[in-house]
C-alpha cells in the first residue's frame, strides 16, 4: 500500500526565513516517483518537481531545493529565504513507476505555509 | 491551450439529488483522475482511469460512479447526494501515473 505523511499541518514564518516542509513515504514498490505540487490561494494545482527512486541527489531550483532520502523514505522541501508569494499549501504526492492498472497517484495531506512580511 | 477543464465551477445541491461533473482533457492524456480536497484531508483519490473504456476505484470511492467512454472525458457521478459529499473536486490528467498531473480549476460542491 502506498502512503504519503505530512505531519506539518500549518508553518508560520517570517519573511527571509528558511523553511523545510517534511515529507515521509511508505510503498513495497522498488521503483517509484516522488513529486511536489504547490496550491497558492487561488485554488489551482502547479508542479514543482519530480523524483524517481533511483536518484537520490538533492535538487536546487533557485530558492527551492529537494532532499530525498530513500534510507528513511523522506523527501524533505526547503525554501531558503521565504517571500509572501510562497505562501500556499504544498503537497508531496508519490506514484509506483511500473505500468499496469494499479498505478495511482496518491497525496499527502498538505502542509500550508503562511509567510509573513 | 485548455488543459484540463472542469465543468461545473459551482454547484449547490440538495440532498438526495444527483448530478454529473464532467473533466475535458485536450492533451491526450491516458490517465485521469478525480480527487476530492477537504480541509485537513488533503486531496484524497476518489476513481482514476488508466486508459478510455476503464475504471479503478481509489481511496474513497463509496457514493461515486465514473466512465470514461472518450479517451478525452471523464466523467464523475453523484447517485443520490448527501453533505458529506460537500467538498472541492479536482480532476486531473497526466500521460501515466509517474509523470507530471495536469489539474483543472475544480468544482465547488455543496450538498445542503
Known amino acids: 500500500a502506498q502512503k504519503v505523511t505530512q505531519a506539518q499541518t500549518e508553518i508560520s514564518v517570517v519573511e527571509k526565513e528558511d523553511v523545510t516542509l517534511d515529507c515521509v513515504y511508505e510503498?513495497?514498490?522498488?521503483?517509484?516517483?516522488l513529486f511536489w505540487y504547490k496550491q497558492p490561494p487561488s485554488g489551482e494545482l502547479v508542479f514543482l518537481i519530480r523524483?524517481?527512486?533511483?536518484?537520490?541527489q538533492n535538487e536546487i531550483s533557485g530558492r527551492y531545493s529537494w532532499n530525498f532520502q530513500k534510507s528513511t523514505s523522506s523527501f524533505n522541501f526547503t525554501i531558503t529565504a521565504s517571500q509572501v508569494v510562497d505562501s500556499a499549501v504544498y503537497f508531496c504526492?508519490?506514484?509506483?513507476?511500473?505500468?499496469?492498472?494499479?498505478?495511482?497517484?496518491?497525496f499527502g495531506t498538505g502542509t500550508l505555509l503562511a509567510v509573513q512580511p | 491551450n485548455a488543459g484540463v477543464t472542469q465543468t461545473p465551477k459551482f454547484r449547490v445541491l440538495k440532498t438526495g439529488q444527483s448530478m454529473t461533473l464532467l473533466c475535458a482533457q485536450d492533451?491526450?492524456?491516458?490517465?485521469m483522475y478525480w480527487y476530492r480536497q477537504d480541509p485537513g484531508m488533503g486531496l484524497r483519490l476518489i476513481h482514476y482511469?488508466?486508459?478510455?473504456?476503464?475504471?479503478a476505484k481509489g481511496e474513497v470511492p463509496d457514493g461515486y460512479n465514473v466512465s470514461r467512454l472518450k479517451k478525452q472525458n471523464f466523467l464523475l457521478g453523484l447517485e443520490s447526494a448527501a453533505p458529506s459529499q460537500t467538498s472541492v473536486y479536482f480532476c486531473?490528467?497526466?500521460?501515466?501515473?509517474?509523470?507530471?498531473?495536469?489539474f483543472g480549476q475544480g468544482t465547488r460542491l455543496t450538498v445542503v
Open positions: 486531473a490528467s497526466s500521460w501515466d501515473s509517474y509523470t507530471e498531473a495536469f
Open positions: 510503498t513495497r514498490d522498488t521503483t517509484y516517483y
Open positions: 523524483r524517481n527512486s533511483f536518484d537520490e
Open positions: 504526492a508519490l506514484s509506483p513507476f511500473y505500468g499496469g492498472a494499479t498505478n495511482k497517484l496518491i
Open positions: 492533451m491526450n492524456h491516458e490517465y
Open positions: 482511469s488508466v486508459g478510455e473504456g476503464t475504471t
